[in-house]
């Protein structure tokens, strides 16, 4: 079956490390995104992807980089310069096929302590 | 203004009720219109897609006002497992989705 793998599940990391979080797709999708939601809160975009070798800062992108070597894969590092990066981490993606809807992976649970 | 926003919530209701979910959107050029639900800690999860002439799945029926800007969720008969946060999400063709804040959902026994 066609998805979205995000890991680890979870991820606990000693402040100033920096962390990078998996994301790997196989619906053959275009476009890859990255968002943060805090306890209670929505979500807020940190970077997209719409082709290979290319991508764009969201509303919250300091502190994170990404890189897109692939179509399938869509990393996400959390350097040390990310001042509260305790949060739940959302990768998901989509076809640029209007009408198409995003899809999610399960997520990464980042505690940094 | 944000771009979508949403019923502030949280909407406590018991078995059986009908229960519905107001979204407005802000942007004109907005062209694709989704539901999702997302459980306490998990990701979200595609609820339904919205269509011009209005659409129904089951229990559930979603309408698309694009003269109003206005989308609405209807659950009728809820059940417990319908307890969640219900999201708005919008897109413009060619751009990111965008996500409205959420409105959390209670069914109560």
């Known amino acids: 079956d066609g998805g979205i793998t995000q890991s680890p599940k979870y991820l606990f990391r000693k402040e100033g490390q920096n962390v990078t979080l998996s994301c790997e797709q196989n619906?053959?999708?275009?476009?890859m995104y990255w968002y943060r939601q805090d306890p209670g809160q929505g979500l807020r975009l940190i970077y997209y992807?719409?082709?290979?070798?290319?991508?764009q800062k969201g509303d919250i992108a300091e502190g994170y980089s990404v890189s897109r070597e692939k179509k399938e894969s869509f990393p996400l590092t959390v350097t040390s310069a990310q001042k509260n990066p305790t949060a739940f981490y959302l990768c998901?993606?989509?076809?640029?096929?209007?009408?198409?809807?995003?899809?999610f992976g399960n997520g990464t649970r980042l505690t940094v302590t | 203004r944000k771009e979508v926003e949403q019923d502030p919530g949280p909407f406590n209701v018991p078995e059986g009720a009908t229960v519905a979910f107001n979204c407005t959107y802000s942007?004109?050029?907005?062209?694709?219109f989704f539901w999702y639900r997302q459980d306490c800690r998990k990701e979200p999860k595609l609820l339904m897609s919205?269509?011009?002439s209005g659409n129904e799945d089951g229990r559930f029926t979603a309408q698309l006002n694009r003269a109003s800007q206005y989308i609405s969720l209807l659950i009728r008969d809820s059940k417990l497992s319908d307890s969640a946060t219900y999201l708005c999400?919008?897109?413009?063709?060619?751009?990111?989705?965008?996500f409205g804040p959420g409105t959390r959902l209670s069914v109560l026994p």
């Open positions: 998901a993606s989509s076809s640029e096929t209007l009408g198409t809807p995003l899809h």
């Open positions: 919205v269509y011009s």
């Open positions: 942007n004109s050029a907005s062209q694709s």
């Open positions: 992807s719409q082709i290979v070798n290319d991508f």
């Open positions: 999400v919008v897109r413009h063709y060619g751009q990111n989705f965008v």
């Open positions: 619906l053959n999708h275009d476009a």
